[in-house]
């Protein structure tokens, strides 16, 4: 049976206290028995973090991340410094010995998966950002690049040379459309984009959106049974749409049947998440996200080949699970007609 990380170090914990240990000690493994304080250690073990950057990367609000920053404090294992309007904790320099060693026996329980790899990518993330913003006088302009180009050229500026990589000859399926926004990105770059979904509401939504597109061509109908040809598709792209289906590989086999041979399926989707429960009552989820594996499992068994998985760095800003990207190729050699006379 596998032992999650903050049991081994509780069961740890207990053992330990029930040896003759002095008193200070005691007081420092008390600090150790609750697993947010032991995230945040790990965390300060790298380097230093502030209060909002330790929410942001625990994804828990500021008031508790406090409260757990005193505990450390009080028994000495953090320390801090003042930066401006910010204090900076990290791991305390003046550690004793003993507890010194008592961390690096806790440190070496931890182990590199679950909720501990999840704050290393997030850490990671932020880190990168506190880069932008220490250095000189361009790194300070460019702190604000991305959003001064954002309010100058608009949020999708950063996508736009990657548009340009698109094929004008392809008919591209934009699987579980939604409002249309992406089809709206796609379509003056690409031969066709036939966008699917099974609510009525979002398709009225998406042909508001797409109204003065000449090129897009809206349908109804279940991911489960596609509304379209054999071999229709050049492009199926399925952006956080899987989750909300019951069975998966149906609707991967169903896109490799759309697809021309050589054609290609784009998959955006959630990691494995905790929070199926929440998401499954406040927006109808079905599945509390992926294993990457898993899905490469069957899109292998839905006849793809040179399937391909991408984990996307975690954006420190967003509240939701990370995500990956997965993209395979139905196999064959293209047997694509003349643009000219294709629908």
């Known amino acids: 049976m596998t032992v999650a990380p903050a049991t081994r170090i509780r069961i740890f914990i207990f053992t330990f206290m029930n040896t003759l240990i002095p008193s200070p000690i005691l007081d420092q493994l008390n600090a150790l028995g609750d697993e947010t304080r032991v995230r945040i250690l790990a965390l300060l073990d790298r380097s230093e973090f502030s209060v909002g950057e330790l929410s942001a990367v625990l994804q828990i609000a500021q008031p508790s991340v406090s409260r757990h920053l005193k505990t450390l404090a009080d028994e000495g294992w953090v320390g801090a410094r003042q930066d401006g309007r910010l204090r900076h904790y990290r791991l305390s320099p003046e550690l ?15 182990g590199d998966d679950g909720p501990y790899a999840a704050d ?6 932020v880190l990168r950002d506190r880069r932008l913003r220490s250095a000189e006088f361009f790194a300070r302009a460019a702190e604000r690049w991305d959003d001064l180009r954002q309010e100058l050229f608009g949020r999708d500026v950063r996508f736009a040379p990657m548009l340009g990589l698109l094929d004008p000859e392809w008919i591209v399926g934009d699987l579980g459309v939604g409002t249309g926004a992406i089809a709206r990105l796609l379509a003056p770059f690409v031969h066709r984009v036939i966008g699917v979904d099974r609510s009525d509401e979002m398709l009225a939504a998406a042909q508001h959106r797409l109204e003065d597109l000449d090129n897009v061509e809206l349908r109804t109908g279940a991911l489960e049974a ?6 229709e598709l050049d492009v199926a792209i399925l952006s956080l749409v899987l989750h909300y ?3 998966p590989p149906r609707v991967l086999g169903e896109v490799h049947r759309s ?20 998401y499954a ?3 109808g989820h079905v599945w509390p996200g992926f294993e990457p594996d898993h899905i490469a499992g069957w899109l292998a068994e839905a006849g793809f080949e040179d399937v391909r998985t991408n984990r996307l760095a975690p954006d420190p800003s967003a509240s939701g699970p990370m995500l990956f990207l997965t993209s395979a190729r139905r196999g064959g050699t293209s047997t694509r007609s003349n643009p000219s006379t294709r629908k």
Do not use: C, F, K, N
């Open 281 to 283: 009552e406040e927006m």
């Open 120 to 125: 290393g990518e997030r850490a990671q993330a």
């Open 226 to 231: 596609l509304p379209i040809e054999d071999a």
């Open 245 to 247: 289906v019951v069975d």
């Open 259 to 278: 697809l021309r041979p050589g054609g290609r399926v784009v998959l955006l989707e959630m990691r494995l998440h905790e929070r199926g429960v929440g």
């Open 96 to 110: 004793d010995e003993g507890a010194r060693e008592l961390w690096g026996i806790v440190r070496a329980r931890l």
